[in-house]
Nanobody
């Protein structure tokens, strides 16, 4: 059993930055690939970033490439999402999720599993609001 608790959300003006954290309970954090999803009002929950078990491979959805950075510290059982140059369209509830199965690789690029039901554990979500 893994419990995930997000923190770091809030309100920021466009162009600003936030750093989300997701703290995991248990001793098996390093066994899980991790993903950050977001859900905007009236829209589906989608993956925006993911990281492999070791932290050596990452994935970003096109709209956040170059602005968001995912990282993890397995010694601290924590995964982070640094969000820079925030835009109004980044407004959403952000969730971290743990997947016991790691994604695959295609032509050297990490391809995480992206469906909600692929992930075994979820945090409660943290609201990010970006004002334009």
């Amino acid at each position: 059993q893994v419990q995930l608790v997000e923190s770091g959300g809030g309100s920021v003006q466009a162009g600003g930055s936030l750093r989300l954290s997701c703290a995991a309970s248990g001793r098996t954090f390093g066994n899980y690939a991790m993903g950050w999803f977001r859900q905007a009002p009236g829209k589906e929950r989608v993956i925006v970033a993911a990281i492999s078990r070791s932290g050596g491979s990452t994935y970003y959805e096109d709209s956040v490439k170059g602005r968001f950075t995912i990282s993890r510290d397995n010694a601290k059982n924590t995964v982070y999402l640094q969000m820079n140059s925030l835009k109004h369209e980044d407004t959403a509830v952000y969730y971290c999720a743990a997947d016991l199965e790691e994604g695959s690789y295609y032509r050297g690029s990490y391809c995480p599993r992206s469906r909600e039901d692929d992930y075994d554990y979820w945090g409660q979500g943290t609201q990010v609001t970006v004002s334009s």
